[in-house]
T-cell receptor, first 113, second 113 residues
Framework: NAGVMQNPRHLVRRRGQEARLRCSPVKGHSHVYWYRQLPEEGLKFMVYLQKENIIDESGMPKERFSAEFPKEGPSILRIQQVVRGDSAAYFC???????????FGDGTRLSIL | DQQVKQNSPSLSVQEGRISILNCDYTNSMFDYFLWYKKYPAEGPTFLISISSIKDKNEDGRFTVFLNKSAKHLSLHIVPSQPGDSAVYFCAAGDMEYGNKLVFGAGTILRVKS
């Protein structure tokens, strides 16, 4: 019974490159959330998607960041033209219903050179 | 604006004794509260949750108490075990708005044997 799977676990990019983070939710979970954790801080909400629809992207920067959750395949968080400040751990969570607890993957640690 | 606060950065407890972790929130719209445990380089692991219609929820060694009038919740771990040593995050959400979670900054729990 696989949990939330995120890959890659570690990603290194140079400034100006693109970063793609993938998240496969628990089978049967249609609600996906992305969070970011900066060093020494708690997790901060970025975006909430429910199968092919972005429901709430209020925590996501307006520029360079985008997210999708296609009908088939994993959810993708895409960061274009990365900058040093994008260095963080990015966590994906999923739940079967909004009223159920969110279960997290082990995150992708993004480092920008 | 920190809507969820964990005022104790760390807590040290002797094995077998009770661990009490505290959390305060400011947004009265929150109606769902959760505790997560996190080890380094891993994602948060769901421990226990409580909805605002209850004031207590128990699961094995873990009990969460909610005081809505004080906007305060606490996690009790009894008895504490060395394997409980981790960072504990309090999180709150509003189910009407997709339950995007707001996290506290975390409390490091050390259980000494």
């Amino acid at each position: 019974n696989a949990g939330v799977m995120q890959n890659p676990r570690h990603l290194v990019r140079r400034r100006g490159q693109e970063a793609r983070l993938r998240c496969s939710p628990v089978k049967g979970h249609s609600h996906v959330y992305w969070y970011r954790q900066l060093p020494e801080e708690g997790l901060k909400f970025m975006v909430y998607l429910q199968k092919e629809n972005i429901i709430d992207e209020s925590g996501m920067p307006k520029e360079r960041f985008s997210a999708e959750f296609p009908k088939e395949g994993p959810s993708i968080l895409r960061i274009q033209q990365v900058v040093r400040g994008d260095s963080a751990a990015y966590f994906c969570a999923s739940s079967p219903e909004v009223t159920q607890p969110q279960h997290f993957g082990d995150g992708t640690r993004l480092s920008i050179l | 604006d920190q809507q969820v606060k964990q005022n104790s950065p760390s807590l040290s407890v002797q094995e077998g004794r009770i661990s009490i972790l505290n959390c305060d929130y400011t947004n009265s719209m929150f109606d769902y509260f959760l505790w997560y445990k996190k080890y380094p380089a891993e994602g948060p692991t769901f421990l226990i949750s409580i909805s605002s219609i209850k004031d207590k929820n128990e699961d094995g060694r873990f009990t969460v108490f909610l005081n809505k009038s004080a906007k305060h919740l606490s996690l009790h771990i009894v008895p504490s075990q060395p394997g409980d040593s981790a960072v504990y995050f309090c999180a709150a959400g509003d189910m009407e708005y997709g339950n995007k979670l707001v996290f506290g900054a975390g409390t490091i729990l050390r259980v000494k044997s």
